[in-house]
């Protein structure tokens, strides 16, 4: 899909605010609110626009540890790596996966309320996992810059 810069500026500003109004978005861009309903519309519908959602503050809520996991599988087949993703998709303190190249084969981020919690979730829940040979577990100590926005 082609995006122009009216489409670029739209979607700069959704991602800042999801709930910003057409009517501001109008104002901020210059363009009348029905074509900005249209293109928002026509962003949803191709897919540019997946969904709209929430960002919480995760130390608010006491999820105050972040944990980066590099998890290496016993054997690299699909079936191994359809199980694993199947399994982990399960789990809620996993807010990401990534499968990589490397040295290992996926890279996780997830969140837990401290390192206690960790442990248990490591030792109940992952370490557990018939095909998981390694993790490598990396806790962060300080959170330099988080964002959701993509560059346009």
């Not at 191994?80 to 084969?105: H, M, R, W, Y």
Request: hydrophobic share 40%.
């Amino acid at each position: 899909m082609i995006l122009d810069e009216l489409d670029r500026s739209i979607l700069r500003l959704l991602q800042s605010n999801a709930l910003i109004t057409i009517k501001d978005i109008s104002a901020a861009i210059n363009l009348s609110m029905s074509p900005i309903h249209d293109r928002i519309k026509r962003l949803e519908q191709e897919g540019v626009i997946q969904k709209y959602v929430t960002l919480l503050d995760r130390k608010q809520l006491d999820l105050g540890l972040v944990v980066h996991c590099q998890v290496t599988l016993d054997k690299q087949t699909r079936n191994n790596f359809s199980e694993f993703e199947q399994t982990i998709a399960k789990f809620p303190e996993i807010i990401s996966c990534s499968l990589v190249s490397g040295s290992f084969d996926y890279y996780l981020k997830l969140v837990t309320k401290d390192v206690e919690t960790y442990n248990k979730f490591y030792q109940e829940k992952l370490a557990v996992l018939p095909m998981v040979a390694h993790i490598n577990s990396l806790f962060v100590m300080d959170e330099i810059k988080t964002t959701t926005e993509l560059p346009l």
